[in-house]
């Protein structure tokens, strides 16, 4: 069966540190992956996504990603944390082996940035 | 502005009273979705169409109705609402094609007394 995992309920960094939000994934074939954001009172927000390629992909606000094929691992990264940053984050997987339009959310990861 | 737009924003209800929650995109998408979205449970599909007049059946589709009667609207239908469709709930449509992902709307805060 296709899912998604953030084994993460809560992550918790200081404002100029480095984070990591984690996400694994189970899915048939290639998958096609994503990252949403999403802030207080507003819908989620694509930040960034992995097709095909370089293994690190950049996105939107500084975030970058590193596809890991051989750990199904797909983690959302930042090299400096900003208070702003703040939010539910969202990995999603497209399965478009067997449903080729049907995505596959995790259940999110609140991330806390303190000043 | 390229954009989901969903109406209401807040709905509260009682049990039982029929109710719609339009869903608009103007990107001319062929996938539309709808999502609710609950603490610790994440995102879950309710109900997705591919086209004009195809739509099928998501993750969690009991209690709920869709149709797709043009490419742009999606609304969603609770004929007899109950205290557990309180949620929050997201309509996101995408190109057809599987390398994009979604625009998601505001989402509609939805409370049932």
């Known amino acids: 069966a296709q899912s998604v995992a953030q084994p993460e309920d809560q992550v918790n960094v200081a404002e100029g540190n480095p984070l990591t939000v984690k996400c694994t994934y189970s899915v048939s074939g290639n998958p096609y992956l994503f990252w949403y954001v999403q802030y207080p009172n507003r819908g989620l927000q694509f930040l960034l996504k992995?097709?095909?390629?370089?293994?690190l992909v950049k996105g939107s606000y500084g975030f970058e990603a590193e596809f890991n094929k051989s750990q199904t691992s797909f983690h959302l990264k930042k090299p400096s944390a900003l208070v702003s940053d703040s939010a539910l984050y969202f990995c999603?997987?497209?399965?478009?082996?067997?449903?080729?339009?049907?995505?596959?959310f995790g259940s999110g990861t609140k991330l806390n940035v303190k000043p | 502005e390229a954009q989901v737009t969903q109406n209401p924003r807040y709905l509260i209800t009682v049990t039982g009273k029929k109710l719609t929650v339009t869903c608009s995109q103007n990107m001319n998408h062929e996938y539309m979705s709808w999502y609710r979205q609950d603490p610790g449970l994440g995102l879950r599909q309710i109900y997705y169409s591919m086209n004009v007049e195809v739509t099928d059946k998501g993750d969690v589709p009991e209690g709920y109705k869709v149709s797709r009667k043009e490419k742009r609207n999606f609304p969603l239908i609770l004929e007899s609402p109950s205290p557990n469709q309180t949620s929050l709930y997201f309509c996101a449509s995408s190109p057809g094609q599987g390398t994009y992902g979604y625009t998601f709307g505001s989402g509609t805060r939805l409370t049932v007394v």
């Open positions: 992995y097709i095909t390629g370089d293994n």
């Open positions: 999603a997987v497209r399965d478009i082996l067997n449903n080729f339009n049907k995505f596959y």
